[in-house]
């Protein structure tokens, strides 16, 4: 077998397991999801979903049905197992275009797809089982990497996306995921019938292939192309984020003062619920937080939804100098207080703002990620591990 070398995303498939799993479609599939949710480039943590299609005996008809695997609601790619996973009747799945009502009624359809499940044991399907159930492939990647967000988000997203693989790679619009955004990837494809996956624009990536092997390499490929295009572009017109604004302090001051802090900050993050922080201050939060930009694009948070159902919209910034007096906690608390009321009160703002009638209640209105320029990254949520991922 051909061996791939990548420089931007880890190559893990290894041909003694692969081979020990040789003729278990879904085993294989397990294989590939696992180490695909390994890189954490690839996808972030919760992120992403995979899929693999069989031919089975229907147990009602005893006639031979394609059957599609496809990982379920919740759970996490590089930890998915057997039971993770949901079972459909492929057939079924296309069905539901006959009783579509629209984008109003897309929740109805979550629960239609109970009706298409072929394996009873199954984990319940996630809003994602359109969008691989109506693409006519074997093996079909989901994934969020951070190189494919960077250029699903922009502004200019279909342009790079068509500089980068000319017509090999289909291009949809943000769009909620549902079964029209389904309908839309299956459009795309049979518009474009030699493309070897579709970006969605503000979101992610889909790719695919014939065995899991292909999918595989097909997705390691795509981000590859992608981290290389970035990293070819990167500071060509600019510096990036416009270059530095502050200089951090040496590592052991940085941990002084997060020291000094962190319990001032989990105090206030802790308002309305008990939270444990999490601490980071490596090459690339620096970048950020020492930028002339950060100012700027702070305020405009994550560009995928995905990840900020876990970091909330936005970042706090802290307005405090690197080396700050942080002895007197009382005192530093004083000088926070109205940040973190700001905060609080932008982000009821912004609940109000975007609610409808069937929205769940607002979640805790404290900052969950807060930016201290020169010293790092503070992260709140209720345990430690959520912390970390919030990171
Ligand atoms: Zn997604």
Redesign the pocket.
């Known amino acids: 077998m051909e061996l791939k070398t990548f420089k931007h995303v880890d190559y893990l498939w290894d041909e003694t397991t692969a081979s020990q799993l040789a003729g278990d479609e879904i085993a294989l599939f397990l294989y590939r999801s696992n180490i695909l949710g390994t890189d954490l480039r690839i996808t972030n943590f919760g992120?992403?979903?995979t899929s693999c299609r069989t031919i089975e005996k229907d147990p009602l008809t005893s006639e031979e049905t394609e059957i599609m695997w496809i990982k379920g609601s919740g759970g996490n790619l590089g930890s998915l197992k057997r039971d993770g996973v949901a079972g459909l009747y492929v057939d079924r799945l296309h069905a539901l275009k006959n009783i579509y009502r629209g984008l109003e009624f897309e929740d109805e359809m979550v629960q239609l797809y109970q009706h298409c499940i072929f394996d009873l044991d199954s984990r319940a399907p996630s809003i994602?089982t359109a969008?691989h159930g109506l693409l006519p492939f074997k093996h079909i990647d989901?994934?969020?990497p951070d190189a494919l967000i960077a250029i699903a988000a922009a502004k200019n997203s279909r342009e790079i996306t068509h500089e980068i693989w000319g017509d090999e790679m289909g291009w949809v619009p943000w769009q909620r995921?549902g079964f029209d955004l389904g309908m839309q990837l299956e459009k795309c494809q049979k518009e474009n019938p030699g493309i070897r996956g579709i970006i969605?624009g503000g979101?992610?990536l889909f790719t695919w292939g014939d065995t899991s092997y292909d999918s595989y390499i097909n997705s390691l490929e795509v981000i590859e192309q992608a981290s290389e295009f970035i990293e070819e572009h990167l500071g060509k017109e600019r510096p990036v984020f416009g270059g530095f604004k502050i200089d951090s302090l040496v590592q052991e001051q940085r941990k002084e003062q997060a020291a000094l802090l962190a319990p001032v900050l989990r105090g206030l993050t802790s308002e309305e619920n008990r939270m444990i922080g999490h601490f980071r201050d490596d090459e690339v939060v620096l970048d950020f937080i020492n930028s002339h930009d950060l100012q700027a694009l702070a305020p405009l948070g994550t560009s995928?939804?995905?990840h900020f159902l876990r970091t909330k919209i936005k970042p706090l910034v802290l307005d405090l100098a690197p080396d700050a007096d942080l002895t007197d906690s009382d005192k530093v608390k004083e000088q926070l207080v109205p940040a973190f009321q700001q905060y609080r009160s932008d982000y009821q703002a912004y609940y109000q703002k975007h609610k409808h009638a069937d929205s769940p209640a607002i979640r805790d209105a404290n900052p969950v990620v807060i930016l201290y320029p020169g010293v790092g990254m503070f992260t709140f949520a209720k345990n430690k591990q959520t912390a970390r991922v919030a990171g």
């Open positions: 992120g992403g979903n994602d969008l989901h994934l969020h995921p969605l979101h992610g995928c939804p995905d």
